[in-house]
Nanobody, 116 residues
Framework: QVNFVESGGGLVQVGGSLRLSCTAS????????TAWYRQAPGQERELVVR???????VYHVSAKGRFTAARDDAKNTMYLQMNNLAPDDTAVYYC??????????WGQGTLVTVSS
């Protein structure tokens, strides 16, 4: 089973930017769709953006126009560039497969805090 380690989170002011990375312990090429998720305090985990192996990217409406996601199968790594951050983006961010059969145990995530 591939496991994921997220990094790059931190404290940023409203309107700022962060770049998150997600490194897999093995090859992600066999995972058709990967995704970034986030979980805000007291809320359910939600999918932010899904990225397919063939390059397709689908953003949640809250991320569209502000976030850019990519995956590099050669490096077994995913990225999430987040711009124009808002307080509602405060959450722990995770990466994982999309389909249950291709999903690993959830990692620790990386905390993003946006201060106003």
């Amino acid at each position: 089973q591939v496991n994921f380690v997220e990094s790059g989170g931190g404290l940023v002011q409203v309107g700022g930017s962060l770049r998150l990375s997600c490194t897999a312990s093995g090859s992600i090429n066999g995972i058709y769709e990967t995704a970034w998720y986030r979980q805000a305090p007291g809320q359910e985990r939600e999918l932010v953006v899904r990225i397919s192996r063939d390059g397709g990217v689908v953003y949640h409406v809250s991320a569209k126009g502000r976030f850019t996601a990519a995956r590099d199968d050669a490096k077994n790594t995913m990225y999430l560039q987040m711009n124009n951050l808002a307080p509602d983006d405060t959450a722990v961010y995770y990466c994982n497969g999309v389909h249950p059969a291709q999903r690993a145990d959830w990692g620790q995530g990386t905390l993003v805090t946006v201060s106003s």
